[in-house]
């Protein structure tokens, strides 16, 4: 599963490197490049929590309260991973919502208009 971690890990910064270099492309400023740099971390944080989750006891028995650190940091970490990424995903459906209302709005105010 560790694996398939680093690799979804490797996958994001690639992401998230296209998407900071095309930057001033269309299609990509159009998508709100801002958001989707925030869910590409948020993944990442989350992926790498999964790592954490894959570590037990024997690997982290030379500090006495090592697992209950690694324990408490990979809480966080998907917590504050999951928030990122949804949160993102959340603000771009808000938006795509609000203009559509917008659009209906403004449709009836101009027929009543007329």
Same mark, same amino acid.
Request: aromatic share 10%; with cysteine; proline share 2%.
């Given at each position: 599963m560790?694996?398939?971690s680093a690799v979804g890990i490797l996958f994001a910064v690639v992401c998230l490197a296209v998407n900071i270099r095309n930057r001033? +492309? +269309?299609f990509i400023r159009l998508s709100a490049p801002n958001l989707n740099n925030i869910s590409m971390v948020g993944i990442s944080i989350c992926l790498f929590s999964i790592i954490l989750l894959g570590l037990d006891n024997r690997l982290l028995h030379q500090h006495p309260n090592g697992f209950t650190y690694v324990c408490k940091v990979r809480a966080w970490l !998907?917590? !504050?991973g999951f928030t990122l990424a949804y949160g993102a995903m959340f603000a771009k459906v808000w938006t795509v919502h609000r203009l559509a209302t917008k659009a209906k709005k403004d449709a009836k105010v101009s027929e009543f208009v007329k």
């Amino acid at each position: 599963m560790c694996i398939v971690s680093a690799v979804g890990i490797l996958f994001a910064v690639v992401c998230l490197a296209v998407n900071i270099r095309n930057r001033n +492309r +269309r299609f990509i400023r159009l998508s709100a490049p801002n958001l989707n740099n925030i869910s590409m971390v948020g993944i990442s944080i989350c992926l790498f929590s999964i790592i954490l989750l894959g570590l037990d006891n024997r690997l982290l028995h030379q500090h006495p309260n090592g697992f209950t650190y690694v324990c408490k940091v990979r809480a966080w970490l !998907l917590t !504050l991973g999951f928030t990122l990424a949804y949160g993102a995903m959340f603000a771009k459906v808000w938006t795509v919502h609000r203009l559509a209302t917008k659009a209906k709005k403004d449709a009836k105010v101009s027929e009543f208009v007329k």
